[in-house]
């Protein structure tokens, strides 16, 4: 019976294919949007499990010194007692300009599912004895054989695997120690706890080392997770814009098929086989749907990923394999979501089919004159959201509270549309003056039930686009003048080393009007991990430097050794107040006398005076890089004459308008994704705004009949059609906008504070808002194009038969 | 007795509003036997068939189906009474759009699990629907829309077959037309009906009549 009632249901879809597509189109989009999403997050996780369990992870502990080395007689003292132990040493290795992340493991004492080496490469005698092997991926192998032969000579042969995230190089601990000056210290030792443990326990035999549980690379994790919620948050919202789309299809079905439905129960048919049937029904759609959302999204997400890594590599560090894995946890989620979506899409017409009068008459609009008497309820529970929204701020924070914030503020602003166009409408209603403005504006307010859903959807859209796309041009504008303050110098200087160094600071000091070392060492700021520089006391750090908030007097104390610059990532999380003391390492703390901002960058740091650099870090301190004050006119003089004097690294000189450029494209790969998931979004709408006009083109027979019969030709009703969907769309832009600006503001105030550790001024666009408008009206205009074409062929029998029908 | 109709009672509205559609109705019908329910328009007719067909509820007074009486039972019982037992026609003929004619003919002898295909062949050929059975209703007349209707109501092989006004939305030869199909097929299969019409020369065609006044029969 379920199966003869489903057949009737499903004859439905064969008379109407263009709705079938509409309903299929629409859920396939939204999924596809989330699946791309969840690839491309699950295959950034898998990256970092996978260099989390490269370094070792779940039962392993990680043993640390509170001074950073450990000498190696632990380790040995660790294996003797049984412990199954391993040593690694890690640091940045820098060869002809480019740096990598050097790690060296000790093979044979490698532990479990934790082992060092990648599984694709064997443990050879290669790489126990010497030279040794580097192990590294292609690209990055590439950049090690490119550099020149004086750079490579004290390096081992290099070896390719796919295994190793790009940036890295893993080899033998000996040859890293070598490469990286250790002596007889280790950075961590990794002890298996499951694997075997030792006589004697850890606390007592080596009880001056840090034991840690969990992933090593838990750091990039963290510091990754606000990036991943907010593009999962972003495919959220793309997936319930087209929600939209599906939810008016499923519930335009529905009143199409009331007569159906009427009959079947008539003829016998019991609720809960109709019931059955309309789930099974959502059932197949969302499978079909899902399958087309889940290719669409492995599409999408494949064109993305390359920007994805591009920005995890350039924000976080984090290494992220350019390439899609088909993995079940995203096709899986996937298809859930298809489910669940379509399911919940249903829901409404499954209460509908349940409750449904036998005996009532047909209402061809009965759904929309219903969702009219909704909008009062539909408008107080956008006043409730919209509270939450504005009350959130007050009572909690964090990013999830941030996200929270903007999902009851956009969803309010979505609900309060229909309500507010209505009232509009009603307003506009009162003023207009002539029978056709009187007919269109009464005609619109009738249709605006069964437009609200797309134009929900557009407004969601219009609001992203505005907030989104505010939040990056004031970035853009802010990182921009940052730029300008930040590289104050004309040319930037990379040495090959220390003894070069100190030649070509000797060679340039005549030469120039400053010559100001960019010297560091890598230290932990008040028990974060980070990088200390030292500075010399000169006017570019005064005039220019971006200080967020300092003392009077912040630039004399920093010269003097006793005051202390930290940048704002740090400052907001450490909590930090002027005055405060820090601590640098194991070093006595110093007092903050400012921050400045540092966009782009994830980690601590903090600025000192280059004296109380050297003194507290000596031969910690990288001493190979500096920044040059000169006439901008001498600039490429110089350059030339620097290169021709000296052998440096490839790109050992580079002029401010080299380093702006990068670190703009660097920016704007970061938020190229963004924008890719902004224009889908937008299109995702514009689709629900064309499914929406299409389908009630064809139950608006009725309501255009009488009015064609007045007089009114079906070209002059085909363009009011096309002036209804502009001012819909312009009404609805009215709307988008406070919505997006507010948006903007949650982004830029609450979301990036959490998520990147800096807060940014708002800017505003109003050409863009202009643009928008426009392109809003457009798509409308669009949408509406194919229906009111439709119109216009429309023959005059049909107008006819309305009349004939009527009785 | 096939059917037997006891004291009904129907109202509808409240308060003040509340009218009295049918004001204790009974009326008797045997197997093979057919009666014409005439009255005005609002005289009950329709809710009458709506009462005996299971479509709704009486609010007083009993109906008997074959022996069982069928007033009381509950939502799923009604269901299986209507599939089963009872066929329909009705003025506005329901169709189902999506669905051919060979499909809406087929439609309620699959939900009663009594489909025969030989039988809906015969009934499509004495309805002379066999060239028309991969059309849609929207491409077929009125009066080929109706015999759509009447073949779909009786592919089941009910015992009782109710027609609203089933001619009511057709011309004068048409309507000749389908209401000697129609008796013809319930006199050929045995099958009872209970027709209500406004049309004297209609109701003259059946066995039996009864005129419903304000809700009375007389």
């Known amino acids: 019976m379920t199966t003869t009632a489903l057949i009737a249901l499903l004859s439905h879809w064969r008379r109407k294919p263009g709705q079938l597509a509409t309903l299929i ?34 039962s392993v502990l ?219 029904e959502a059932l197949a759609l969302a499978l079909l749907a899902g399958a087309i959302g889940v290719i669409l999204g492995y599409v999408v997400a494949s064109a993305l990923l390359p920007g994805v890594a591009a920005t995890l590599r350039g924000l976080y560090g984090a290494s992220v394999a350019g390439e899609l894995a088909i993995r079940p946890q995203w096709w899986l989620s996937g298809f859930a979501i298809a489910v669940l979506g379509a399911l919940a899409a249903t829901a409404l017409s499954i209460r509908r089919a349940a409750t449904l009068p036998l005996l009532a008459a047909a209402q061809p609009r009965a759904w929309a004159m219903a969702s009219a008497r909704r909008f009062v309820q539909q408008a107080i529970a956008a006043l409730v959201l919209l509270a939450v929204a504005a009350l959130i701020p ?40 002539g029978p056709i403005a009187e007919w269109f504006l009464a005609d619109t307010r009738q249709q605006l039930p069964g437009l609200s859903l797309a134009l929900m959807a557009l407004m969601l859209a219009l609001a992203t686009n505005i ?32 003894t070069q160094s100190a030649q070509v600071h000797e060679w340039l000091e005549p030469r120039t009007e400053a010559v100001l070392p960019i010297w560091s060492a890598e230290s932990e700021i008040a028990g974060r991990s980070g990088e200390v520089f030292g500075v010399v006391d000169h006017a570019t750090y005064r005039d220019n430097w971006p200080l967020l908030i300092a003392t009077d007097t912040a630039w004399d104390e920093v010269a003097a050794g006793n005051g202390i610059l930290v940048n704002e990532q740090a400052w907001r999380s450490l909590g930090l107040a002027l005055g405060d003391p820090v601590r640098l390492g194991t070093q006595p703390s110093m007092t903050l006398v400012g921050v400045y901002t540092d966009y782009g960058n994830p980690n601590a740091q903090a600025i000192i005076g280059l004296d109380a650099l050297l003194t507290r870090y000596d031969s910690e301190v990288s001493r190979l890089r500096y920044g040059l004050r000169l006439p901008p006119g001498d600039t490429p003089a110089l350059a030339q004459a620097l290169r021709a004097e000296f052998d440096l690294p490839a790109n050992g000189v580079i002029d401010q308008a080299q380093v702006k450029a990068f670190s703009m494209s660097v920016f704007e790969r970061t938020f190229a994704v963004t924008a890719a998931l902004n224009v889908l979004t937008l299109s995702v709408a514009a689709f629900a705004m064309f499914a ?116 | 007795m096939l059917l037997t109709v006891d004291r009904l009672e129907k109202s509808y509205g409240d308060g003040a509003q509340r009218q009295r559609v049918l004001d204790g109705v009974s009326l008797t019908l045997a197997a093979g036997e057919s009666l014409a329910i005439t009255g005005e328009s609002g005289s009950g007719k329709s809710t009458l068939l709506h009462l005996i067909g299971l479509l709704d509820t009486p609010d007083a007074g009993d109906i008997a189906l074959n022996g069982e009486a069928i007033s009381a039972l509950d939502e799923a019982g009604r269901a299986a009474r209507r599939r089963d037992t009872v066929g329909l026609v009705f003025q506005q003929f329901n169709l189902v759009p999506s669905l051919t004619v060979a499909g809406n003919l087929a439609l309620q002898a ?104 304000r809700g009375r029969l007389s």
Not at chain 1, 395 to 419: K, R, V
Not at chain 2, 174 to 185: G, N, Y
Request: net charge neutral.
């Open chain 1, 394 to 433: 007050h009572f909690f924070s964090g990013i999830i509270a941030g996200f929270a914030m903007l999902a009851a503020l956009l969803f309010g602003a979505a609900l309060i549309l229909p309500p507010a166009l209505a009232l509009a409408l009603r307003l506009i209603q009162r003023l207009a003056r």
């Open chain 1, 62 to 280: 990680v043993l640390t010194a509170r001074d950073g080395r450990i000498p190696l007689s632990r380790w040995a003292l660790l294996r003797r007692d049984g412990w199954a132990a391993s040593p690694i040493i890690e640091g940045e290795y820098a060869i002809d300009g480019a740096r990598f992340l050097l790690r060296g493991v000790e093979p044979l004492s490698g532990l479990g599912n934790g082992t060092a080496i990648p599984e694709d490469q064997a443990i050879g005698l290669a790489f126990l004895t010497a030279p040794g092997v580097l192990l590294a991926a292609p690209e990055t192998a590439e950049l090690l054989r490119a550099a020149p032969e004086s750079a490579r000579s004290s390096l081992p042969p290099v070896r390719v695997s796919a295994a190793v995230p790009r940036g890295e190089i893993i080899t033998d601990i000996a040859v890293a120690a070598r490469l990286l000056e250790r002596g007889d210290t280790v950075d961590r030792i990794l002890v298996d706890t499951r694997e075997r443990t030792g006589r004697t326990p850890l606390t007592e035999l080596v009880p001056a080392l840090e034991r840690n549980t969990g992933s090593a690379n838990g750091e990039v994790a963290q510091l990754t997770g606000s990036f991943h919620l907010n593009l999962t948050a972003f495919g959220f919202l793309s997936f319930a814009v087209g929600l939209f789309i599906v939810y008016a299809a499923i519930g335009l079905a529905f009143e199409q098929r009331r007569a159906t439905l009427r009959t079947l129960r008539a003829l016998g048919t019991p609720v809960s086989s109709i019931i059955a049937a309309l789930i099974i």
């Open chain 1, 692 to 807: 929406s006009l299409a389908t009630l083109a064809s139950m608006r027979l009725p309501q255009l009949a009488p009015v064609w019969a007045l007089g009114l030709s079906r070209a002059s009703l085909a363009r009011l059609e096309l002036i209804r969907a502009g001012v819909l769309a312009l009404m609805t832009w009215l709307i988008a906008l406070p919505t997006g600006l507010l948006l903007a503001w949650v982004l830029l105030a609450v979301v990036n504070v959490e998520a990147f550790g800096w807060r940014l001024p708002i800017h505003l666009f109003p050409l863009d808002w202009l643009i928008l408008a426009v392109l809003a009206i457009l798509a409308a205009f669009i949408a509406a194009l194919l229906p009111a074409r439709a119109l216009i062929k429309r023959p005059p029998r049909e107008f006819l038969q309305i009349f004939a029908q009527e009785r």
């Open chain 1, 467 to 498: 907030g989104v796309g505010t939040m990056v041009s004031s970035f853009r504008l802010t990182f921009e003048g940052w730029l300008d303050q930040r590289l104050a110098a004309e040319l930037y200087v990379t040495t090959r080393d220390e």
């Open chain 2, 110 to 213: 699959r939900l009663a699990g009594k489909h025969d295909p030989a039988w809906i062949d015969t009934l499509a050929t004495r309805l002379g629907l066999s060239g028309f059975l991969t059309r849609y209703p929207e491409q077929l007349s009125g009066g080929q829309q109706q015999r759509v209707a009447v073949g779909r109501a009786l592919a089941a092989r009910p015992t009782l077959l109710l027609a609203d006004e089933p001619t009511g939305n057709l011309d004068e030869a048409t309507s000749a037309d389908v209401l000697e199909l129609m008796l013809e097929l319930c006199r050929d299969a045995g099958t009872a009906l209970v027709m209500a019409t406004h049309s004297a020369s209609a109701a003259d065609q059946l066995s039996r009549r009864a005129h419903l006044t």
């Open chain 1, 25 to 58: 189109i629409g859920l396939g989009l939204a999924t596809a949007l989330w699946t791309s999403v969840q690839a491309i997050n699950a295959e950034a996780r898998a990256s970092y499990d996978e260099a989390s369990a490269t370094l070792g992870g779940g």
